[in-house]
């Protein structure tokens, strides 16, 4: 029985397990959290008093009896000493940041929210504070306040505002143009409530980042002002004091420049690193359960293709038991769950199904496009014309991707690059795979252009993506797919950005290049018409499983599934103005929780109680054609009507 989940759990991993997830910054952590702690416990702890200076102790080693990190040159405990400075220069850069948080984050969320004058006013300020090389501005203020350690923490302070002011405003650029932020205006809100009640809240993630990863040099800055005699004044120690302190006596006794050198490398070190861990749990980007960056290829399990039979050699691809997932925190998402797919040379096969049935993450798994973390492919086979591709190794997979594969995304930003011109990407995409010259390949990226029926396509090579519509991005896409005559193009919902016209003249080339060169198609679509239209074969997918598979003509005329009949009564007929248009009831089930039995049973009318019961196959029902259902449509109204 599956388990029951509970409601209030998403899945995903509190901020607590993404931290622990990076190994550096949970180290990190550790180590300032035993620092800060002796810091604070400093005054309970049985210490020599730091100031207390004896010239017949002078210098003694570490390890000593009485002084286990030995003394300075006066003879004062470096151990004592150490911890007291600890706590001071601790406090120091905490409050010259925070300091530095609020002004400059200040001057960033009205710079950006107001803009004009407003924002050219404060930001010439910032930029005039920073013309100067900021240590030399903090020794500057200095040099006019006077030594010590408020003023130092003052100067730090203050060369640190333009730091937050410039991220801050940045950001609130981007957020005062949103719609919610004109939704607030033209609901009454005043600029205060907006900036506190709409901007800040979605700054404020920013500004705790920048200060996690800024503390650290905050200290650094601070402990160098106090080196130079500057900073903390004698007798108060801080570490930057007590590193001058050593200097002095370098040679005959190092231990006294050393010891303190290293406490601050380990907490500036240890601030960084909590801080960047700090940054990946605030990005919500990085909130998958892993924190690393995706991998140049899916994730394979070792065991996948352990025991599966052999792959059809006639077929160009020959996918089986095909098993991907996705590790979100304590959730395995079963995304791809048992498919198998099998492609012949010059066919197109049409994958249709609801948004989430696990379409494209199965056309991604192919070549290994699933990110990783959080995907990977758990199991069975995926067979290239008799080429093991779970085994291949990563420089023959990309050798593949683009040249005898290629892949039509639905989104054509995610594969234009913005900052260079559609003509360069094409070029790219031809010289990557073809041994020619940029001349001739730049000819046929504009013959490709044409062949999508872009008009002006010499032109158009010069263009960025940012100058095409979402239509003309979309042929510009299909026009690189197709640069290598690919033997198998996978195509993800290709035309939803194209208008009916463009549809169909894309619809044809894609039969034409069936017909001349044999390219067989994998076709991602929830467009009826389209697989009426292109489709030899149809495998319909639910809740990560194939439910039904048969000819298109099969399919579209007599579906076998309950499923399938519904998708196709959400479709309107032309002609047919009366025609009841059915929507499915319900939602389908979370892939990390799928009911037992038929995942499609709680939504189906005909679901009977042996359908919640156990796993069911797909049954064979004729020859290419079969049905995950124990009972066939036609059978189950049957049972219904009697």
């Known amino acids: ?23 550096l910054a949970t180290g990190g952590l550790v180590i300032l959290v035993v620092m800060v702690l002796l810091a604070l416990l400093a005054p309970l702890l049985p210490l020599a008093d730091p100031n207390a200076t004896a010239p017949a102790n002078r210098l003694i080693r570490p390890l000593s009896e009485g002084h286990l990190l030995g003394t300075d040159a006066l ?29 400059g984050s200040l001057i960033g969320l009205v710079a950006g929210y107001a803009g004009g004058r407003t924002d050219n006013l404060l930001m010439r300020g910032v930029d005039m504070l920073m013309a100067f ?29 333009p730091f937050f002011a410039r991220n801050i405003r940045g950001v609130t650029l981007g957020l005062a143009r949103r719609e919610f932020v004109d939704a607030a205006r033209l609901s009454g809100k005043s600029h205060l409530r907006i900036l506190t009640g709409e901007i800040l809240p979605n700054v404020a993630p920013v500004i705790v980042v920048t200060m996690s990863t800024t503390v650290g ?77 995706p991998m140049g290829r899916t994730a394979i399990d070792p065991r996948a293709g352990d025991a599966m039979p052999a792959p059809a050699t006639e077929a160009v691809l020959d996918v089986v038991a095909l098993k991907t997932q996705f590790q979100l925190g304590r959730k395995t ?79 054509p930003l995610s594969t234009l690059h913005p900052l260079f011109t559609v003509g360069d990407q094409i070029v790219e995409a031809i ?30 090579l010069d263009a960025y993506p940012h100058e095409l519509s979402g239509g003309m991005r979309q042929r510009v896409v299909i026009a690189m797919a197709l640069a290598n005559d690919a033997e198998l193009l996978i195509a993800d919902e290709p035309t939803t950005a194209l208008d009916v016209t463009v549809q169909a003249q894309v619809l044809s080339l894609m039969n034409g290049l069936r017909r001349e060169k044999k390219t067989s198609i994998l076709f ?91 796993e069911i196959p797909l049954f064979a029902l004729a020859d290419e054609r079969a049905a995950r259902c124990l009972f066939p449509l036609s059978a189950a109204r049957e049972v219904v009507d009697a």
């Open 1 to 23: 029985m599956s388990a029951v989940a509970n409601p209030r759990s998403s899945g995903r991993p509190d901020a607590v397990r993404l931290m622990l997830n990076n190994r």
């Open 75 to 103: 003879g004062r405990d470096i151990l004592s000493r150490i911890l007291w400075g600890l706590r001071v220069s601790l406090a120091v850069g905490i409050s010259a940041t925070l300091i530095a948080a609020f002004f």
């Open 133 to 161: 090389p900021y240590i030399l501005l903090a020794l500057a203020i200095v040099a006019v306040l006077g030594p010590g350690l408020i003023n130092a923490l003052y100067a730090i302070a203050v060369v640190n505002i």
């Open 217 to 293: 040099w905050m200290i650094l800055e601070t402990a160098g002002l106090s080196f130079l005699g500057l900073g903390a004044q004698p007798p108060q120690a801080d570490l930057g004091s007590m590193l001058g302190d050593g200097r002095r006596v370098l040679f005959n006794a190092p231990h006294v420049a050393i010891v303190p050198g290293l406490v601050i490398f380990l907490l500036v070190m240890s601030i960084n690193l909590f801080g960047d861990g700090v940054r990946d749990v605030l990005d919500p980007r990085l909130k998958s359960g892993a924190l690393a960056r």
């Open 333 to 411: 998402l079963r995304a791809v769950d048992d498919v198998d797919l099998r492609l012949r040379e010059g066919e197109c096969l049409g994958i249709v199904g609801e948004s989430g049935s696990g379409k494209s993450v199965t056309a991604m798994s192919i070549m290994g496009l699933v990110p990783t973390p959080p995907g990977r492919i758990a199991g069975g086979t995926i067979d290239f014309r008799g080429e093991d591709l779970l085994g291949a190794s990563d420089a023959r997979i990309r050798q593949l991707r683009g040249g005898a594969v290629s892949h039509v995304f639905q989104d």
């Open 431 to 460: 010289r990557a795979h073809q041994s020619i010259g940029h001349r001739e390949a730049r000819t046929k990226a504009r013959d490709l252009l044409a062949m999508v029926r872009i008009p002006n396509a010499a032109q158009r």
């Open 524 to 614: 991602i679509t929830h467009d009826f018409g389209v697989v009426s239209a292109i489709c030899d074969r149809v495998a319909v997918m639910y809740a990560g499983r194939i439910v039904e598979t048969g000819t298109a003509r099969q399919v579209l005329e007599k579906p076998a599934h309950p499923y399938t009949r519904k998708l196709i009564d959400c479709v309107p007929v032309l002609g047919q103005s009366d025609r009841r248009l059915d929507a499915i009831e319900g939602l389908p089930p979370s892939v990390d929780d799928l009911p037992e039995g038929c995942a499609f049973a709680p939504r189906c009318p005909f679901a009977q109680p042996e359908c919640r019961k156990g």
